[in-house]
């Protein structure tokens, strides 16, 4: 999963979560038992993420934390499920529904102070309104790297992915191999450009165009086309021709 997921998943789980108290927090994994029993009956206060992470607050001061990498996923049931779904690590169970991680990849308990341990070592999140111009400037204007490996750095900028890399790269003509800091002036635009439409993009996409945070509709048309770069990427290109009518500030909540 890559930020505009795992913002969309984040925003589902506010809807499901935030401000319940959960009747019951079930695992099947040894390492988060404890943690479970600590949490269950405290309301949930705060429902976060930063670039892939995902930070489930609770008043008893107790975090899930939670990273989908590759399979991990989130998915509402009913109230009382008897039954977990296979593959799942953790249910929570709120009354009306149940909410289950599947998969969790990296699921676990921390504190308060971990979480911000955890962010703190990240970069800015390119999901965050408004967009950090400044913050990931400083960031890339550091590293050497080629900038295919410098949007990757999840220390450089969060929420960036394989697949968001590639098509931001092509979509700014910037071969990817260049070091990050001799991007020339119109390069740096482009890039910043491409990471906001192709991540909000991806956003509206994966909400099939109805944003859960505000509940509008909103408008994405594409024109596609098949071209090839001089490294040898070929990608099917989509253009953002309208943004977000009314787009919600993402602001980071650290």
């Given at each position: 999963a890559e930020g505009p997921q795992v913002l969309l998943l984040t925003e589902r789980l506010r809807q499901w979560l935030l401000g319940r108290i959960p009747l019951a927090i079930t695992t099947v994994r040894d390492a988060?038992?404890?943690g479970c029993s600590d949490a269950v009956e405290h309301r949930i206060v705060q429902?976060?993420?930063h670039g892939k992470h995902i930070f489930i607050c609770f008043d008893n001061q107790s975090v899930l934390h939670n990273h989908l990498l590759m399979r991990?996923?989130?998915r509402k049931y009913g109230g009382g499920l008897l039954i977990l779904p296979e593959d799942a690590w953790l249910s929570i169970d709120v009354g009306e529904l149940t909410v289950c991680n599947l998969k969790g990849q990296v699921?676990?308990?921390?504190?308060r102070a971990r979480m911000h341990t955890i962010v703190n070592s990240l970069g800015p999140d390119t999901m965050t309104r408004p967009y950090p111009l400044e913050k990931i400037e400083n960031r890339l204007d550091a590293s050497e790297h080629p900038v295919s490996e410098s949007l990757l750095d999840q220390s450089l900028l969060a929420g960036i992915g394989n697949t968001a890399k590639s098509e931001i790269l092509f979509s700014a003509s910037i071969d990817p191999r260049k070091p990050t800091n001799t991007l020339t002036p119109r390069e740096r635009?482009?890039?910043h450009e491409q990471i906001q439409n192709i991540l909000w993009e991806s956003y509206i996409g994966e909400a099939g165009g109805y944003t859960v945070s505000t509940g509008k509709v909103v408008s994405l048309a594409r024109s596609a086309t098949h071209r090839s770069l001089s490294c040898g990427c070929r990608r099917q290109t989509g253009r953002l021709t309208t943004v977000l009518r009314a787009r919600e500030q993402h602001p980071t909540p650290f």
């Open positions: 988060l038992t404890d429902i976060v993420c991990g996923r989130w699921l676990e308990w921390i504190s635009e482009r890039l």
